[in-house]
Nanobody, 125 residues
Framework: VQLQASGGGLVQAGGSLRLSCATS????????MAWFRQGPGREREFVAA????????YYADSVKGRFTIAKDNAENTVFLQMNSLTPEDTAVYYC???????????????????WGPGTLVTVSS
């Protein structure tokens, strides 16, 4: 099982980036896919997820209205469109997958069995 995130980089505040996470070795369609992030000196936190059963997206309050998660089952890829970025969004972004989590644990890191290596997003002020 492999998850490979890409698309990180340096962007000015107010700008946009789109992250991608390509997966292999999984039944992607049956998985909940999520993005987490870990900023400098901070704990890893939930950003967004698409629940496997319904395809419905869920977001952390801090990114609602700015970030959009989308899952492309044909391409086995999950995307995170990030708009109106602020320096507080600076972090390493990780994609994660789970084939078994229940909805109540969608924001919990421990609920995800598979993780990618992360991609760095830096937002300058």
């Amino acid at each position: 099982v492999q998850l490979q995130a890409s698309g990180g980089g340096l962007v000015q505040a107010g700008g946009s980036l789109r992250l991608s996470c390509a997966t292999s070795g999984r039944t992607f369609r049956s998985d909940t896919m999520a993005w987490f992030r870990q900023g400098p000196g901070r704990e890893r936190e939930f950003v967004a997820a698409v629940f496997r059963s319904t395809g419905r997206p869920y977001y952390a309050d801090s990114v609602k209205g700015r970030f959009t998660i989308a899952k492309d089952n044909a391409e086995n890829t999950v995307f995170l469109q990030m708009n109106s970025l602020t320096p507080e969004d600076t972090a390493v972004y990780y994609c994660a997958a789970s084939g078994r989590l229940i909805l109540s644990s969608i924001a919990s890191q421990s609920a995800y069995e598979y993780w990618g290596p992360g991609t760095l997003v830096t937002v300058s002020s």
